[in-house]
């Protein structure tokens, strides 16, 4: 079955420290894997996906297919990094991405 | 183009009820697609649509659920007989492509408590 695993509910990170937010996923075959963020009274968007090979505001993911995860990282958190986090996949043949339950990032003064 | 819009932004009404919401994607956007997400949980997928065809249900969308896009622009995503446990946050994203990889666009989300 397809699943998406955020094991983090909130993760408190002081600023300027390393973020790191885990994703693991359960997919027989070829995902694509996406981060999506949602900030306070902000709309759900796309933060990046991993065939892109991007850094975007600082974060990048790194697919480890053996470990079947894709954690998102950010090598100094700053305070505007704090929002919902989740993690995301859909396969090649689905038409349908699934969602993480998501990881609340905080980041602490 | 302001983005996706969703009306209504918030919705009360009593369980049996009847209650449609309403979608509007990014201009020229062909695929729409709808979410549900309860608290606590991401979202869910319930539906897309290429164009006016419907192409993919959930097993989430009960036979209480329906949802159309006649033109190809709009949608609407109708409730019959609404239940306490449909209470939820109901999210459309648009996207330009052919496939479920291209960047889609959520709107701000329905709302729904039922009482």
């Known amino acids: 079955a397809q699943r998406v695993t955020q094991p983090e509910k909130l993760l408190s990170v002081f600023k300027g420290a390393p973020v790191e937010l885990k994703c693991n996923y359960s997919?027989?075959?070829?995902?694509?894997l996406f981060w999506y963020v949602q900030y306070s009274r902000q709309r759900l968007q796309l933060l990046l996906r991993?065939?892109s090979r991007e850094s975007i505001k600082g974060f990048t993911a790194d697919l480890n297919k053996g470990e079947t995860s894709f954690h998102l990282k950010k090598p100094f958190a700053q305070e505007e990094d704090s929002a919902m986090y989740y993690c995301?996949?859909?396969?090649?043949?689905?038409?349908?991405?699934?969602f993480g339950k998501g990881t609340r990032l905080h980041i602490l003064p | 183009d302001t983005g996706v819009s969703q009306d209504p932004r918030h919705k009360i009404t009593k369980r049996g009820q009847n209650v449609t919401f309403r979608c509007d994607p990014i201009?020229?956007?062909?695929?729409l697609y709808w979410y549900r997400q309860t608290l606590g949980q991401g979202p869910e997928f319930l539906t897309y649509?290429?164009?006016?065809?419907?192409?993919?249900k959930s097993r989430l969308l009960s036979d209480r659920f329906s949802a159309e896009r006649p033109k190809g622009s709009f949608s609407t995503l109708e409730i019959q007989r609404t239940e306490q446990g449909d209470s939820a946050m109901y999210l459309c994203?648009?996207?330009?492509?052919?496939?479920?990889?291209?960047?889609?666009?959520f709107g701000p989300g329905t709302r729904l408590t039922v009482l």
């Open positions: 994203a648009s996207s330009f492509g052919l496939a479920v990889a291209d960047t889609q666009y």
């Open positions: 997919y027989s075959g070829s995902p694509e």
């Open positions: 991993h065939i």
């Open positions: 995301a996949l859909s396969g090649s043949r689905d038409d349908k991405i699934i």
């Open positions: 201009s020229e956007h062909n695929r």
């Open positions: 649509f290429q164009n006016e065809a419907q192409l993919e």
